[in-house]
Structure formats: C-alpha cells, structure tokens
C-alpha cells in the first residue's frame, strides 16, 4: 500500500512541476493564486484521506487472524484493553497484534499529521490572498 501512495505522491508532485512550468511562461506564480491554493489544499486533504484510510484498516477486517497469519504472532485481547491500542481511536492511529507488533505502518501517523499541516497552510495562503485582494480592492475604490 505504501508503494501506491508514494507512486501517487511523485505523480503529483511531477504534474505540478509541469504545470509550473507552463505557466512560467506567463509569468504568474502559482502561489500567488487563490485558486490554486484551494487546489493543492484539495488534493493534500484527499491524500490524507487515503493515508488515513490505509491506516485504518491496515488490520483487515478480522484482527485475530491478521496477527496470526499474517504476522505471526500472537494476539492479546486483555492487552488491547488495557491500553486502548484496538483500533477504536481516529487519531493517532494504532491496531496493535500485543506489546511488539502494531498493524498501523509506522510511517502513516507522521504522514497524516504532515499532510494537514500542509493542507491547512495552504488554505490559510489562499485566505491571506483572498483578504489582500479585497483591501487592496477597498484601496483603490477609495483613493
């Protein structure tokens, strides 16, 4: 699964390039666009999505089994009560097999918390351009 989302992450991240590249021809920075910002908010948030989702349910539907055929180990119930590593919690993500084996990736709770800094930040951008463009707007209608 983490191929799939680093594939989809260099494809995006190879579009935007080529897109920068054609509009430097026009002179106009990508960053400076309200729209564009809300865009790249869109498509972080929907990669986060799916981080989230791969995380979720990186135990499949039947744990038990997934410890045990899959990672060969052994499953403690009284463990996963004890300290709420069942897979029950939205955030941060952990469906433990017992002490040593975790099903959630470790990468996907440092993946998740990267990609809304970075979804958040470039809606607060767009905000910041959006507010500059109006006064800048006021500015003119008054002078």
């Not at 979720?56 to 089994?65: S, T």
């Not at 997934?66 to 990672?71: A, G, K, N, R, S």
Request: aromatic content about 10%.
């Amino acid at each position: 699964m983490f191929n799939f989302v680093f594939a989809a992450l260099v494809l995006t991240v190879l579009a935007g390039l080529l897109m920068q590249r054609r509009r430097a021809e026009q002179h106009s920075r990508w960053h400076e666009r309200p729209l564009a910002l809300i865009g790249a908010a869109l498509t972080v948030g929907g990669f986060t999505v799916v981080v989230w989702v791969l995380g979720v349910f990186a135990g499949g539907l039947d744990v038990r089994e997934t410890c045990e055929l899959t990672h060969h180990t052994t499953y403690d119930q009284a463990w996963r009560d004890r300290t709420g590593a069942d897979g029950t919690s939205y955030f941060p993500l952990a469906n433990a097999c017992n002490e040593q084996v975790d099903l959630v990736p470790a990468w996907v709770n440092p993946t998740i918390v990267v990609l809304v800094v970075l979804a958040v930040g470039a809606l607060a951008l767009a905000l910041f351009r959006i507010a500059c463009a109006v006064f800048r707007r006021k500015e003119l209608v008054s002078s």
